[in-house]
């Protein structure tokens, strides 16, 4: 009776570190998608918001006073224009987490592949981002290409590679703000399946608030 219940034991025990050794990868692929997602959703939502600060940033006019009681513009001038340089550390400051000052050739266009990252030669290194600060169209190959200040502390665009030359917004045009970041899975599997890296975009459209 000992040796068949001893024996009855021992195969319920095989039986579940078996059926563990089954499932157990699929729980773990189940496990680390879960995280994969929650880490994308999470990269995404941080980009729109940023896309949105950028934007805001691009089109607002202020003046601005710092501590020693000095204004931003000289003399004569009634509004602090907001720069390239001003957009690209807003958006930078909001997401802190991401590196994002990896900015491309062409911050004010045209996109790579027309606006279109599948496919795309160019693309931004596995988790980090691109700025482009455009007009509203899909390529970026329009103007208005920025905000009024101009480049800022932007290298000029290298023209000779086609990139486009700055165009500032007046009035109340538009101007569209557009991040591409490069995300890449922790699931091995996942990447496999999905591709190694992922392009996750985001962008904003704001009207310049310029009323001079």
């Known amino acids: 009776m000992k040796e068949t219940v001893s024996s009855y034991t021992r195969s319920q025990r095989s039986q579940g570190l078996t059926e563990f050794a089954i499932i157990a990868p699929i729980i773990l692929l189940l ?8 880490r994308a959703l999470y990269l995404y939502i941080t980009l729109q918001q940023a896309a949105n ?7 607002r006019a202020s003046d ?13 001038y009634v509004h602090c224009w907001p720069t390239d340089s001003d957009v690209a ?3 930078q400051g909001h997401a802190v987490i991401m590196n994002l000052a990896n900015n491309p050739a062409c911050p ?6 027309n606006g279109t990252p599948v496919g795309s030669p160019q ?4 988790n980090t981002g691109w700025i482009f600060i455009t007009d509203p169209s899909a390529d970026g190959n329009g103007k208005p290409n920025g905000p009024r200040g101009g480049l800022g502390s932007y290298p000029s665009p290298n023209l000779g590679g086609g990139c486009n030359d700055i165009t500032p917004a007046v009035g109340n045009e538009p101007i569209k703000v557009t991040l591409w970041y490069t995300f890449r899975p922790v699931t ?4 496999q399946v999905v591709g190694n890296n992922i392009v996750i975009t985001a962008y904003a459209i704001y009207r310049a608030e310029y009323s001079n």
């Open 123 to 126: 693309l931004p290194a596995a």
């Open 31 to 38: 496990t680390f998608g879960i995280i994969d997602f929650g």
């Open 89 to 91: 550390n807003a958006i």
């Open 64 to 76: 601005f006073i710092d501590a020693n009681g000095v204004g931003c513009s000289p003399p004569g």
């Open 188 to 191: 091995p599997i996942i990447q």
């Open 53 to 59: 600060e950028g934007a805001r940033v691009a089109v």
């Open 108 to 113: 004010n266009g045209p996109l790579p592949n």
